[in-house]
């Protein structure tokens, strides 16, 4: 049966349209000034909506409610209530109040604090954001909420996002205003994260006990064929993908989250989802949904969606591109250089308010993207590498250039492409070419921040990025406060000068994979952080500190907390892995290596018994080769063990995450690679797993 897309769409969502045929005219408006102007809601405006929000969810077959948070697990949480009040008589309405839509309470104590909540401290609360649309899934109400403590420390990632936001609105208000667009009031981030993933056949996923405890595949020696005929990419959908594809759309529409491009990535079985544009809060919620939702889907057709960073060596990692833009009330977008650029000074001024903050907060980015999986990924096959870089293009470039140095920038008119077949239709050139290697690209109106993994919040990244920017901007409010309009292009000119002569250190357009940019950008003096445990002591430096306490982003006390979750979330991943591996190779790969072993030379001992000329080189050799790496990872596996037991004696949290880096890993790196070896030699139907063939060209 054709479906009407239209009505589809948002069907499951209280939005702008429900709530003006459901609400009385005077709580529509007071909700609507709520959303808009960020007020507070009053209790009897609350108590309104939580009724014809109940009527609404009730009409559409919902029976529960659930305040539906973020936090700190890198999942979303959710406890459900009916809408069932007992009148006696043994019988029940229906009923839903305004202080159960605007509050909740979640044991706080048993989420992830860092120290901020003890057991004996446990009540915590959920605060409804009314800018994010209430939506019905798996016949419950679903309201978008904050989580905090008790003692109001933020304890989730919507909190910060909304502070970070508020405070980008007001810093770029005033500066908008001293440069005399005073018809601003308000300026929103918008982000339109683009998310990859892989799918893999569902009964093969349950047979691999790496990808069911860890997400990635802990052993497995490559496949005869990879990505290396690239013909993946945008590859024609296989129809078991293509049926998974669209009913994953149609699930996601009716939730009012516009997914709109789908295709094949490079990887074998990898894919990718974007969506079109929304304000960031309420795209970290979409997104927390997607993810959610491709696992799903991904059952009903008997697969399974794996989001981490690097489910599979040898091929591309999954990322999920951060595209951020900044937009005001009165339809602007702000990072939108014009047919102009280097006359349009609005447009100067906040690109370089972006360049200066990606500058000097490049390490609290690159903690943005910090994660055990994304470890595996950066550094290619399409993936940033760990060092943070601006790339401008050559256009924008050369407009800084010409500003560092006062010269005169003749406008680049628009070039026609070129194809060479006359029958192709007309088209214009872009001014600037992609880098797939640059961690922050400028894209025409947006910048794309690449080096987030697959499986994050996009919340943190826009918390660092909206409170840089806003620092940047409050300096230049500053410098230029109190400039006549007549004097304001020079003043704005002087400005951008002298910040590009510090800041230019950041750009780079080149190929950011080749070690001569690893070269010059220690010569820069810009961070390179390879790992996690590398660059999370910088989210607790003073500087860093400062930035969030001055504009009330984060508390110290919330800082520390997030350091201390990050390390802990960090060392769990990595002691997870080192079990599981070993439970792999003890109880699943060692008896399938000694079988075969033994299997060989049965039949070597049974063929020279047979013609005793025969001198069996071969199988010599090959039940030498099995019996070596059987003695090397039995070898190794007592030393993880060992490592696995020191690892429970540090004391700090950062000294055990620097261990696991350096010496766990490094040993588990080591038991792959004997595993892996002996796996090229072992046929198929010994081995207690699938291998990577099947796994990734199954489907």
Known sequence: MKKDIPTLYGSMVFNDKVMRNKLPKDVYRALKRTIENETHLELEVANAVAVAMKEWAVENG???????????TGFTAEKHDSFITPVGDGEVIMDFSGKELVKGEPDASSFPSGGLRATFEARGYTAWDPTSP???????????????????????????????????????????????????THVSTTIGPEQEYFLVDKALYEKRRDLIFCGRTLIGAPAPRGQEMEDHYFGSLKPRIAAYMHELDEELWKLGIPAKTKHNEVAPAQHELAPVFSTANVAVDHNQLTMEI??????????????????????????????????TNTGENLLDPGKTPAQNIQFLVFLMAVIKAVDEYADLMRVSAAAAGNDHRLGGNEAPPAIVSIFLGDELTAVLKSIEEDTYFGKQEQVQMETGARVLPHFMKDNTDRNRTSPFAFTGNK?????????????????????????????????????????????????????????????????????EWVKEAEKRGLYNLVSTPDCLPRFIAEENIQLF????????????????ILLENYVKTIRIEARTLREMLVKDFLPALSAYASSVAGDAMSMKALVPSLEMESAKALVSSLGNASEEISKDLQALDGELQTLEQFSSMQEAADYCHKTILATMDQLRR???QAEE???????????????????
Not at 295 to 318: D, M, Q, R, Y
Not at 473 to 497: N, W, Y
């Open 62 to 72: 919902a029976t529960h409610f659930t305040h539906w948070f973020q936090p700190m």
């Open 294 to 327: 491709m696992k799903k889907t991904a059952e009903k057709h008997g697969l399974v969606c794996l989001l981490h960073e690097k489910p599979f060596e040898g091929i591309n990692g999954s990322g999920k591109h951060n595209n951020w833009s900044i937009s």
């Open 447 to 515: 910048f794309e921040f690449r080096m987030l993994g697959s499986s994050a919040s996009v919340a943190t990244p826009n918390i660092i990025l909206n409170t840089a920017v806003a620092e940047a901007l409050s300096q230049f409010c500053r410098e230029l406060d109190g400039t006549p309009q007549e004097k304001m292009e020079h003043a704005v000119h002087e400005l951008i000068k002298r910040a590009i002569r510090k800041h230019k250190k950041v750009i780079f357009n080149g190929n950011g994979y080749t070690e």
């Open 674 to 676: 004997y595993a892996d």
């Open 681 to 699: 030699k072992i046929p198929d139907e010994l081995l207690p797993y699938p291998t990577y063939d099947k796994l990734l060209f199954s489907i």
């Open 134 to 184: 209430a939506f019905i899934k798996d016949r419950t109400l679903y309201i978008p909420t904050a989580f905090c403590s008790y003692g109001g420390e933020a304890l989730d990632k919507k909190t910060p996002l909304l502070r970070s936001m508020e405070t980008l609105s007001r810093e770029a208000v005033k500066i908008l205003h001293v440069l005399g667009n005073t018809e601003v």
């Open 549 to 564: 306490e001055t504009h009330h982003i984060f508390t110290r006390q919330e800082i520390f907390s997030r350091y201390e």
